[in-house]
């Protein structure tokens, strides 16, 4: 079942988040246009900023009503209560952000964007605390704080790289280069066409999984339980590039491409079959396919609990529950925000 939010925006939806009563749904478009909407799918608010793209909405979950936004490189605070001007305006970095998060306690909003910079801005004192830079050759598209680690923060970009930071020092404590990560399988060009890069990361509530959503339309899942990060497996999610991942619970986790299709996946199987080919030894070569391959294809396989496809290329994602229902807003290439209603005790 599924329900489309229309009338509000002109241009493709780049980006959509739900607030944590799931009274309001925000969403941005690449026109920039900043629409609120109400949970009965009615247009409560619409602001325009010429000549400028609403790149990341991001509500808070401390503070009732308050809305992160930000428009090409300034970040604005709004309340929904009250939407005619914004309640205050971060100017920090010095080009287009693309994506915006807030910490558990939210005391931090970091702020990546297309110079390979995150902007870590201390939300109690309204500045800058820290510039996390010079690790990101290219954008960085994506930020994810790490849950129960209040110094630590993960960056992907489209250099390819995920860069774990402690941001009080600052300091990188790890990198992992994609392309060295992901293997080569039998799809050869098709890979050296679509690299890893890294477009999206979200992690467990629990702290013990990071996904990755990367453009060779693989999802790379890894263990960051521990004080080191490594990674598990790969998820061969999408014909196309991965765009979104999101976790609907602390083992269920969901996926969206630019092949239109959105995954369920449950990490708990894929545990298992990690599990078992461990205990059994990789599967050996076999013609062009390695065993790394063959274990990913069998975890993916083992993983995959359910395939949804959509009307168009998945530009952001967000699960909530409604009324006791598990949701997805889904923004696309098109004006228009989807509601669509699942139930995971059916899948």
Not at 45 to 66: Q, R, W
Not at 167 to 186: G, H, I, T
Not at 333 to 346: A, D, G, K, R, Y
Request: glycine fraction near 6%; charged fraction near 25%.
């Amino acid at each position: 079942m599924t329900a489309t939010l229309t009338g509000g925006h002109t241009a493709s939806v780049l980006c959509v988040d739900i607030d944590k009563t799931a009274s309001f749904l925000a969403s941005g478009s690449e026109n920039g246009e900043l629409c609120i909407w109400k949970s009965d799918g009615s247009l409560l608010k619409k602001i325009e900023h010429i000549d400028t793209g609403c790149t990341s909405v991001c509500f808070s979950k401390e503070k009732e009503n308050i809305l992160y936004v930000s428009f090409d490189e300034k970040i604005k605070v709004y309340d929904i209560k009250n939407l005619e001007d914004p309640v205050d305006c971060f100017e920090f970095n010095q080009e287009e952000i693309n994506q915006i998060v807030l910490d558990e306690k939210e005391k931090y909003l970091a702020a990546c964007d297309d110079s390979g910079e995150i902007k870590i801005v201390d939300l109690y004192d309204k500045k800058v605390f820290k510039t996390l830079r010079s690790k990101h050759t290219n954008i960085c598209s994506t930020a994810c704080f790490r849950p129960r680690k209040p110094w630590e923060i993960i960056t992907g970009g489209l250099d390819s790289k995920l860069i774990h930071w402690d941001f009080s020092r600052p300091k990188c404590v790890d990198q992992f280069n994609m392309q060295e990560l992901q293997s080569v399988n039998a799809e050869g060009d098709a890979y050296m066409f679509n690299p890893p890069l890294v477009h999206n990361l979200a992690a467990s509530l629990d702290g013990h999984y990071l996904a990755a959503a990367l453009e060779n339309g693989h999802v790379a899942v890894f263990d960051i339980s521990r004080k080191n990060i490594r990674e598990l497996y790969s998820l061969h999610a999408h014909s196309q590039g991965t765009s979104q991942v999101h976790f609907l619970s602390n083992k269920k986790l969901i996926s969206g491409g630019n092949d239109c299709s959105i995954c369920i996946w449950d990490l708990e199987k894929a545990d298992q079959v990690e599990t078992e080919s461990a205990t059994n030894g990789d599967a050996t070569s076999n013609g062009h396919t390695n065993g790394e391959d063959v274990r990913n294809e069998s975890v993916s396989e083992a993983a995959k609990i359910a395939e949804i496809q959509h009307v168009g290329k998945i530009n952001w994602m967000k699960p909530f529950v409604l009324d006791g229902s598990q949701k997805i807003a889904i923004a696309d290439q098109s004006p228009n925000v989807t509601i669509l209603n699942f139930e995971l005790e059916e899948i």
